[in-house]
Nanobody, 116 residues
Framework: QVQLVESGGGLVQPGGSLRLSCQAS????????MAWYRQQPGKQRELVAS???????NYADSVKGRFTISRNHAFNTVSLVMNNLKSEDTAIYYC??????????WGQGTQVTVSS
């Protein structure tokens, strides 16, 4: 059973915008942190943005001011609004959720391609 599902990826031109969403299944209880990671071609996976249950957020320097992470009240959905996209934002984007244990859950990833 897939427990985290990402959506919203696709092809966008430089300067454009895209919104990614991640939905957690009801089988994951007590999530206290969710995050977006990405893996650019030929590079290691890196943290893009994170949010905890209080609503506090953190961003990688490369996306600060351009990307916004948010969550719903139940903390079973997290979104990433990406503005002013650049070619270097091209990557597979992965959603992660953490619950007490701690136990981590990962989505299968969604491709974002920024190209003219």
């Amino acid at each position: 059973q897939v427990q985290l599902v990402e959506s919203g990826g696709g092809l966008v031109q430089p300067g454009g915008s895209l919104r990614l969403s991640c939905q957690a299944s009801k089988s994951i209880n007590g999530i206290y942190a969710m995050a977006w990671y990405r893996q650019q071609p030929g590079k290691q996976r890196e943290l893009v943005a994170s949010i905890i249950s209080s609503g506090s957020t953190n961003y990688a320097d490369s996306v600060k001011g351009r990307f916004t992470i948010s969550r719903n009240h139940a903390f079973n959905t997290v979104s990433l609004v990406m503005n002013n996209l650049k070619s270097e934002d091209t990557a597979i984007y992965y959603c992660k959720a953490i619950r007490p244990g701690p136990v981590e859950y990962w989505g299968q990833g969604t491709q974002v391609t920024v190209s003219s």
